[in-house]
């Protein structure tokens, strides 16, 4: 399997309660690699942006009002099949269905406020990438 990239946001939930380092420990240990990372307090907009593909969904207003109400972390990560594995570290969307030792069975408190969020295929990863860092801000 070849070396990828990934793009990784720590949401307000656990920058709030101080868990940059142990979310981004737990994706070390799985053997990623953080090659980018910025602190951003993003605006209404910009949540809507990033987020426009569930602009239908019901709780697109309150997933846009979440997301803007603090500082994420967004972070590029490498490493062989990075996509899948940083997907399996994080655990399922809503943290009542998350296995053991994955993020979001440690860490998230609800399906909105589920800690992590992590692209789900090649062309989202780049699409995701490209929305928050520049290539000069990968340095891998
Ligand atoms: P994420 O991986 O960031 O992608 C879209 C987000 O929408 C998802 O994680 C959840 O946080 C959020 N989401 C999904 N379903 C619901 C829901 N039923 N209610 C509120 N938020 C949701």
């Not at 993003?42 to 942006?49: D, K, P, T, Y």
Request: charged letters at 30%; one cysteine or more; aromatic letters at 8%.
């Amino acid at each position: 399997m070849a070396i990828e990239r990934t793009f990784s946001m720590i949401k307000p939930d656990a920058t709030k309660r101080n868990l940059t380092g142990a979310i981004t420990k737990k994706l070390e240990d799985a053997g990623l690699r953080v090659v980018a990372s910025k602190r951003v307090w993003m605006s209404r907009r910009q949540a809507e942006g990033f987020y426009a593909v569930h602009k239908e969904r019901p709780f697109f207003d309150e997933l846009c009002e979440f997301m803007s109400s603090g500082p994420t972390v967004v972070q590029v990560l490498e490493g062989e099949n990075a996509i899948l594995k940083n997907r399996e570290v994080m655990g399922a969307t809503n943290p009542a269905d998350a296995a053991e030792g994955t993020i979001r069975k440690e860490f998230a408190t609800s399906i909105g406020e589920n800690s992590v969020h992590g692209s789900d295929a090649p062309e989202t990863a780049a699409e995701e990438i490209r929305y928050w860092f520049s290539d000069t801000e990968v340095v891998g």
